[in-house]
């Protein structure tokens, strides 16, 4: 899965370790919304009487309020869900966001100080957690949410961060 970082931008010597979307949770309340308009949609276009003079109408109105509070409430969180990446390289931590706009951060692991995480116990079910990285830049702490396989991710960025420190890579 290549995202945001195509390979001829990574810097010699520079390879992906990890790219990702935010857990799939996100998507949860989109989708119940979906059902859920559909659901009303379709039940207010059946009980709309058919001999009334302004069925027609009636029906294009609940179609319109359906398509906009579709486009609202699932497809708009839809798109920030699969434009929003995380991508970890040897070199860097590469967060881009957005869908009309693009917004990208990124912070060499030369510079990071510390990273944390936190999970409730409904996040440590589903294996995603929040990622806290502190860097020396401008921007300081960074504060991810929904960060999947966030053990994995955490155990990376150590290893990476490692490696930064006494100039190896993987170890070696």
Known sequence: MRMTIPDHHLTQGERRI??????WKRLVVPAVALVLIAAAS??????IPGDWE???FARVA?????LILLTVWTFVPYLQWKNTAYVLTTHRF??????LNKSTDEIPMAKVNTVSSDQTFAERLLGCGTLSVESAGDRGQIVLRDIPKIQDVRTDLFRLLEDA?????DGR
């Open 42 to 47: 379709g039940a207010g276009l059946y009980f």
């Open 62 to 66: 609940v179609g319109v309020v359906a």
């Open 165 to 169: 420190s006494d100039g190896t890579i």
């Open 54 to 56: 302004y069925a027609f």
């Open 94 to 99: 590469t967060i881009s966001t957005g869908v």
């Open 18 to 23: 990890r790219s990702f979307h935010p857990h």
